[in-house]
């Protein structure tokens, strides 16, 4: 039983690390806050890695679902720039 724990804290606690730059994705949407030049906020890593490491499942279906709406937004917006295509 803590073997399946520890693996599941330990694949959110990568899924933190690896969507850090992409966190928007996961709760504000497409647009994000430009972040202060040269200014890393280690503060905020650590709690995106916490957060993630808990609640990856719930991070994992909801950036699949901004994934979603983006590539549906996109596809709509080409139709609209190109006719031809319809």
């Known amino acids: 039983m803590s073997l399946a ?3 599941f804290m330990l694949f959110g606690a990568c899924l933190g690390i690896a969507s850090y730059s992409n ?3 996961f709760s ?14 280690w503060g905020g890593v ?4 916490l957060l993630c490491t808990l609640l990856w499942p719930i ?13 549906k937004r996109k596809r709509l917006q080409s139709r609209e720039v190109d006719p031809s295509q319809r």
């Open 5 to 7: 724990i520890g693996l």
């Open 23 to 25: 966190r928007h994705l």
């Open 28 to 41: 504000e949407g497409p647009s994000k806050l430009d972040p202060a030049p040269g200014r890393r906020a």
């Open 46 to 49: 650590v709690y995106w890695l």
């Open 59 to 71: 991070m994992l279906l909801t950036g699949l679902n901004t994934a979603w709406v983006l590539a």
